[in-house]
């Protein structure tokens, strides 16, 4: 019923964007929670093993540090009613077909006026987002040592910064400073709700997590330059408008230390979620604005890889995540796609 409702003040802040045009919304005409926001967001399943380790559960399926591994024999996670989710085959033509086709069925882009309302007021709606959902929405990201093994202890021997950038409430980096004793965080985030809970965290308390406003675009970014050895970016860069994402890299880089990474993980193109969007969503090609008024933007990694490396990083990992979920009571697959990027700063970057 609830997603029904959400559905329907969707399609009527679809109706608003393509017919009035340029009228502000009412605020109540705004979604308070997206149709699909539990879907947009669904937490990584973790398993907690050493990530060279692999597991053979009873059926014979292999699974590594993050779930199961590639099922060979199954195309489709629906045939087999006990798996949670599965590697999911390379993006083909079809596919590539199937998507455009899709993403062509949601029409033009919003009026101007919504694009800046949303572009420039992102602030807002994500300090809202946060006043709404407290620190109940995202789960805790476990896997993060895993998945970046220079930020796992055994590789941090010595004192280690970290910087995240839109960190929200912390669900990235509470499990880092749990496992890691010489990680110091420097977290930002430009919704003021966010920070709140965070600041409260008894890590922030203990000056190993230094949380601050700060919006990435339009703010100096609160720690000295050349100070961080790595710099987080987990489903940030996405929320981001594409114009503004090369000056925000370049601002970024300017806080590694040299040999400094940038880890990312973020929205692939032609996830699921992007194909899903409808009519009066697209505020530019691949980028989006979802019903509680926060943007989502996907990547495609060759894109991504001449981002960076326009700003003077150079690609260490930059690939897609492909996974189906199984969606049992409506009896489809769901096929995501993310992003994972390891970028290093060589230290040749001109002031
Ligand atoms: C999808 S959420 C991800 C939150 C967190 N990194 C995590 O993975 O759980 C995106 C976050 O980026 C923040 N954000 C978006 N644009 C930002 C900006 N320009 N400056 C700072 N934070 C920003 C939002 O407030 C939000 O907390």
Not at 199 to 220: F, G, H, M
Not at 242 to 265: E, H, Y
Not at 267 to 285: P, T
């Amino acid at each position: 019923m609830l997603v029904q409702n959400n559905e329907y003040i969707c399609a009527i802040q679809a109706f608003i964007h393509s017919a009035l045009g340029s009228s502000p919304p009412k605020a109540a005409l705004l979604s308070p929670v997206h149709p699909f926001d539990s879907y947009h967001f669904l937490p990584t399943p973790t398993v907690f093993v050493q990530p060279t380790e692999k597991l053979i559960d009873t059926r014979g399926y292999s699974f590594t540090s993050q779930g199961p591994a590639k099922v060979d024999n199954i195309d489709n996670i629906l045939e087999d009613p006990n798996l949670l989710w599965i590697e999911d085959k390379e993006i083909d033509e079809d596919r590539i077909k199937d998507a455009q086709e899709r993403i062509a069925k949601q029409g033009a882009n919003i009026a101007l006026f919504w694009r800046n309302k949303y572009i420039n007021e992102a602030g807002k709606y994500w300090h809202t987002f946060y006043k709404r959902n407290l620190d109940h929405f995202y789960k805790n990201r476990h896997y993060l040592h895993i998945v970046f093994p220079e930020l796992a202890p055994e590789n941090c021997q010595s004192p280690t910064t970290l910087l995240e950038v839109g960190c929200g409430v912390g669900n990235a980096v509470i499990p880092l400073l749990d496992i890691n004793p010489n990680l110091t965080v420097h977290a930002i985030d430009f919704a003021s709700s966010a920070i709140e809970i965070l600041t409260k965290n008894q890590y922030a308390i203990d000056n190993r997590l230094y949380p601050s406003v700060c919006d990435v675009v339009n703010n100096e970014i609160p720690v000295e330059d050349h100070s961080m050895s790595y710099i987080l970016c987990m489903f940030v860069l996405s929320a981001i408008a594409p114009v503004s994402q090369p000056m925000v890299i370049k601002k970024l880089m300017k806080k590694l230390k040299p040999g400094g990474k940038l880890f990312i993980r973020d929205y692939g193109r032609y996830d699921e979620a992007q194909l899903r969007f409808n009519k009066g969503s697209k505020i530019d090609d691949n980028f989006y604005v979802r019903c509680d008024g926060t943007c989502a933007y996907y990547f495609e990694i060759n894109e991504l890889k001449l981002l960076m490396e326009s700003q003077g990083l150079q690609s260490e990992e930059c690939s897609y995540i492909l996974r189906q979920y199984a969606n049992r009571s409506q009896k489809i697959a769901r096929r995501r796609v993310w992003i994972h990027g390891k970028f290093v700063n060589t230290g040749n970057q001109q002031d």
